[in-house]
């Protein structure tokens, strides 16, 4: 149990990557704290889940993109289990148009859950990991913002802006023993992307070398292994898994 004795947060936890991602690091060994914006009855299924193998687990409705909501979350998970080692960054949305058409709120939600989202969770819970000299920090970006994405100029810039976020977070956290890491997904079975036309589907494939979506599993795999002890002379990266679709 690699994780035995961590404590983690795990924003937007009630579906896709964010389950996968917190049934993980529980299997693993940490008390999990299970963010979630409005699904409570998919949140609560992951706690089972993470009950049921006989995990510790804190099931929490936050808005990460309030600040008051992230502060109020991460004294939360300090509340219940002491501490926060791990902190991951994976709510996201998609409010997909191209520029002409997208209105200012689709740029705001879409740039508040994920890029100002992470913003606020990391200023309140790496002061924790300081004192600690000891923290994990994970921030689940995109391809779309290493490439960029038409028709998603506002996911886009969040995920870019999370790269940029987490190399500034590295450098300014590094002597205090905190890693800060991104990881950057291709298509991966989800929500997100099983609402998109067969035909986007089958084209989008076209550009993946292993010819299929990921699954959220295997990003949450990733994330248990840069949550580990053993990563901890890696920082301030984006690990690309997707499939082969972007080499950089
Ligand atoms: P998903 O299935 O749509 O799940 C999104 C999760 O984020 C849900 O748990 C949702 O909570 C939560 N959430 C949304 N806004 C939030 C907010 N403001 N505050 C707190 N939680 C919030 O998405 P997914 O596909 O698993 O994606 C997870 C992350 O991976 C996202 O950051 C996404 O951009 C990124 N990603 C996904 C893919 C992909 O192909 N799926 C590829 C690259 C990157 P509720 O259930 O309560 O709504």
Not at 223 to 246: E, K, R
Request: glycine share 12%; charged share 20%.
């Amino acid at each position: 149990m690699v994780l035995n004795g961590r404590v983690a947060i795990v924003t937007g936890a009630s579906r896709g990557i964010g389950r996968a991602i917190a049934i993980s690091l529980a299997q693993k060994g940490a008390a999990v704290l299970v963010n979630y914006a409005g699904r409570a009855d998919a949140a609560a299924e992951v706690a089972e889940v993470i009950r049921g193998a006989g995990g510790r687990v804190l099931v929490y409705q936050a808005d990460v993109a309030d600040p008051k909501g992230a502060e109020a979350m991460v004294k939360a998970a300090q509340a219940e289990f002491g501490k926060v080692d791990i902190l991951v960054n994976n709510a996201g949305i998609t409010r997909d148009n191209l520029i002409f058409r997208m209105k200012d709120e689709d740029w705001d939600a879409v740039l508040g859950a994920s890029l100002k989202g992470a913003f606020n969770c990391i200023k309140v819970a790496a002061r924790g990991m300081f004192k600690n000299h000891y923290g994990r920090i994970i921030n689940i970006s995109s391809v779309a913002g290493l490439t960029g994405n038409s028709g998603q100029a506002n996911y886009s810039a969040a995920k870019a802006g999370l790269i940029g976020l987490t190399k500034a977070m590295a450098k300014e956290l590094g002597s205090r023993n905190i890693t800060v890491n991104a990881i950057a997904p291709g298509f991966i079975d989800t929500e997100m992307t099983a609402g998109l036309p067969e035909g986007v589907k089958e084209n989008m494939l076209t550009q993946v070398p292993l010819k299929r979506f990921g699954r959220p599993e295997e990003v949450a795999e990733l994330a248990a292994y840069l949550a580990s002890d053993v990563a901890g002379y890696i920082t301030g990266q984006t690990i690309t898994i997707d499939g082969g679709m972007v080499c950089v």
